[in-house]
């Protein structure tokens, strides 16, 4: 079975772009949910889709935005970048997003923003 | 508010040695708590869990975890550590009625030889 899928690994921004990561869960899966890590804060919920909704949504600001598709692959998208983007973005996914389901990590996203 | 405390940020063991991690929580609700461990330049991985039932939750690579209610504590044991055991380690809460989650601010363990 695939594991939590998550590209590009790592990438180099600078102020003002947009930028684009990609999740593909374990098949099968219909919840994902992402992170942001860093030094600072420590790991941070951003949101969480189910069939292609947004069901949850952390304290972010609206530059963070994201979607799902109907074959459960998500995007998250950071829009106007900021020094303090950069952080290691995770997502997981779990088949049906509740407290007590296991969620399975990718290796997240490597995002340095210059 | 619900919370999770991690009460070291950083334990050094020698290898072969115990070791316990502490985690404290704070809830009125429910919740269910798990402990992840992150190896360098990866995601996390699920090393246990508790959701109801036995207090002593056993989990992968020879960790074992206590759940107890009245002091609010969800600690982490091994009896023996090895050198592969370097890596951070996470408390993590989520809520039986909702899909948030909380994360502890993580404990560094290195393993001295």
């Known amino acids: 079975k695939a594991g939590v899928t998550q590209t590009p690994r790592y990438l180099i921004k600078t102020r003002g772009q947009q930028v684009t990561l990609s999740c593909s869960p374990i098949?099968?899966?219909?919840?994902v949910s992402w992170y942001q890590q860093t030094p600072g804060q420590g790991l941070q919920f951003l949101f969480e889709?189910?069939?292609?909704?947004?069901?949850n949504k952390g304290n972010f600001p609206g530059r963070f935005s994201g979607r799902q598709f109907s074959n459960s692959r998500s995007e998250m998208n950071v829009s106007t970048l900021e020094l303090g983007d950069s952080a290691l973005y995770l997502c997981?996914?779990?088949?049906?997003?509740?407290?007590?389901?296991?969620?399975?990590f990718g290796a997240g996203s490597r995002l340095t923003v210059l | 508010a619900q919370s999770v405390t991690q009460l070291d940020s950083q334990v050094p063991v020698f290898e072969e040695a115990p070791v316990e991690l502490r985690c404290n929580y704070s809830?009125?609700?429910?919740?269910?708590l798990f402990w992840y461990v992150q190896y360098p330049n990866q995601g996390l991985q699920l090393l246990l869990k508790?959701?109801?039932?036995?207090?002593l939750v056993k989990g992968i690579n020879g960790f074992e975890a206590e759940f107890n209610k009245s002091q609010t504590s969800f600690h982490l044991r091994k009896p023996s550590v090895h050198i592969s055991d370097t890596a951070e380690y996470f408390c993590?809460?989520?809520?039986?009625?909702?899909?948030?989650?909380?994360f502890g601010s993580g404990t560094r363990l290195s393993i001295r030889p």
């Open positions: 889709y189910f069939s292609e909704t947004q069901r």
């Open positions: 508790y959701l109801s039932g036995s207090t």
């Open positions: 098949s099968g899966h219909r919840s």
């Open positions: 997981a996914s779990s088949s049906e997003g509740t407290g007590a389901n296991v969620l399975t």
């Open positions: 993590v809460l989520r809520y039986s009625s909702a899909s948030k989650i909380i």
């Open positions: 809830s009125s609700v429910s919740v269910y």
